[in-house]
């Protein structure tokens, strides 16, 4: 991964329109665009990766591997696509992640859509590993926010990184997910 990154870091500074082009595939963490932090390497200023499987053979691969694929026809039936690929990086003295629901973002109807995460490092309760809400997904998509507002927006602005559950859920009904290199989680786009 750590070669992908440089590599794909490498293209941003690319002479011509490529290099543009990269500046949205390559997300550096919003405290490092502001000028807040200078990670120790480039490495550590990536928040995410977007479009992977259109940039990467490997990537592209692994979308379409048949157990995956299996899996996903198993939850929401045959008529499985694929949506975005993308890798979420959280490099140390991130932003945290905000309570959220997939869907909120996406706003798709039906609401057939999943997720799957594929864990690259060991993700565990102490360095951030995912949370759930049990069963929150059967209730549909909860009001989501920037910290302030009055109302539901679209997360498409600026403050998208902010954007989260309107309530924090009780932490006596969450549940840690933890996973080691490889281990994928499915979820659905609502939970």
Same mark, same amino acid.
């Given at each position: 991964?750590?070669?992908?990154?440089?590599e794909w870091c490498d293209n941003i500074d690319a002479p011509g329109e490529e290099g543009p082009a990269w500046k949205q595939i390559v997300s550096r963490d919003p405290s490092v665009r502001? @000028?807040?932090?200078t990670p120790e390497?480039?490495?550590r200023s990536v928040r995410k990766l977007?479009?992977? *499987? *259109?940039?990467?053979?490997?990537?592209?691969?692994?979308?379409?591997h048949e157990?995956?694929?299996?899996?996903?026809?198993?939850?929401?039936?045959?008529n499985v696509r694929l949506l975005q690929s993308m890798a979420l990086l959280k490099p140390p003295g991130s932003a945290e992640k905000r309570w959220h629901q997939d869907n909120a973002y996406f706003r798709l109807t039906p609401l057939d859509v999943m997720g799957c995460w594929i864990a690259i490092d060991e993700a565990f309760v102490a360095? @951030?590993?995912m949370h759930v809400l049990?069963?929150?997904?059967?209730d549909g998509i909860a009001l989501h926010k920037?910290? @302030?507002? *009055?109302?539901?927006?679209?997360?498409s602005n600026s403050g998208a990184v902010l954007y989260g559950l309107a309530e924090v859920p009780d932490t006596s009904e969450v549940t840690a997910l933890p996973m080691n290199p490889g281990d994928a989680l499915l979820f659905h786009g609502a939970l």
């Open positions: 991964m750590r070669r992908v990154i440089d502001r @000028g807040e932090v390497n480039r490495y977007y479009r992977m *499987t *259109t940039k990467h053979k490997f990537f592209a691969r692994q979308a379409r157990k995956l694929v299996a899996a996903c026809r198993q939850v929401i039936g045959d360095n @951030g590993c049990s069963k929150s997904h059967c920037l910290p @302030g507002d *009055t109302h539901d927006r679209d997360p």
